[in-house]
């Protein structure tokens, strides 16, 4: 993906996923001729009527993309939206310059992993299942990295659920975007400016990282502490595709 002593970036990560999404199109047969059509969401459509929320997406925070390639559905979460559309291969070569382009991207490429087989899961949850996902990631926490004391959690993005059951259990420090939730303890974890990254995944033993990250564009950190082999997990929807074609860690145990 990148050469051997260079810091890897976002470019690194993005070509590597074109050269594999345009493979991929070409052995599916999808050509110039499929279109894929990316809408934003209602959070209702998205993830349904939860009980709690404070979700990002309810208080308009965030959107969500989907792309539709043949029966396939893919979706990508973003701070931009629109509709958009477009063949396969002019999305797997489009300059990636915003967030928006970014989505639209990440969404096509769930989708087509989607038809191809290669994702069982591509939509996001709903209703009720959001708070059953923490508690199953939590599980897959304590089974994969340990149930002691002395696990130390960053977890990158406000995701309430996750950052609620996690912090009940482990010491738990939170990074955001959204300005609103910067300096705030949510859950008896206290969240921080994404500046504060490179600190916060030296003292932590486990980054949970969201998916969202790739759409946004500051995944890059994420990636290369996965692929040196420190403890790196990452959540949601977003990024299905590109960790099952990156071999990266992941989970997103309610989505459909």
């Not at 110039?32 to 990002?56: F, K, M, S, W």
């Not at 925070?61 to 396939?72: K, W």
């Not at 928006?100 to 591509?122: K, P």
């Not at 916060?200 to 969201?210: G, M, P, Q, S, Y």
Request: charge should be negative.
């Amino acid at each position: 993906m990148h050469k051997p002593g260079k810091t890897m970036g976002i470019d690194d990560i993005f070509n590597a996923l074109r050269t594999k999404l345009l493979r991929l199109t070409d052995e599916l047969g999808l050509g110039a001729d499929e279109v894929v059509i990316t809408t934003p969401l209602t959070a209702t459509e998205a993830i349904g009527n939860p009980e709690d929320r404070d979700y990002p997406i309810i208080t308009g925070r965030e959107t969500m993309l989907q792309a539709v390639v043949r029966d396939a559905a893919g979706q990508a979460f973003t701070d931009m939206a629109g509709n958009f559309s477009a063949p396969v291969r002019d999305i797997a070569t489009m300059p990636l310059a915003n967030n928006f382009r970014r989505a639209i991207f990440v969404a096509t490429l769930n989708a087509v992993c989607r038809y191809a087989g290669l994702l069982e899961v591509s939509r996001h949850c709903r209703d009720t299942a959001p708070r059953r996902c923490a508690e199953d990631v939590f599980q897959y926490i304590t089974n994969n990295f340990g149930s002691d004391d002395n696990l130390r959690i960053l977890v990158v993005g406000f995701q309430p659920r996750l950052i609620e059951r996690m912090a009940a259990s482990y010491d738990v420090r939170v990074t955001d975007l959204d300005s609103t939730n910067v300096g705030q303890k949510r859950f008896g974890a206290t969240v921080y400016n994404a500046e504060k990254t490179p600190e916060l995944l030296e003292w932590c033993n486990l980054a949970l990282v969201t998916g969202t990250t790739l759409a946004n564009g500051t995944i890059a950190p994420f990636v290369e502490r996965a692929q040196s082999g420190l403890p790196t997990l990452f959540y949601g929807v977003t990024i299905g595709g590109a960790a099952r074609l990156l071999n990266l860690a992941h989970v997103c145990p309610c989505g459909n």
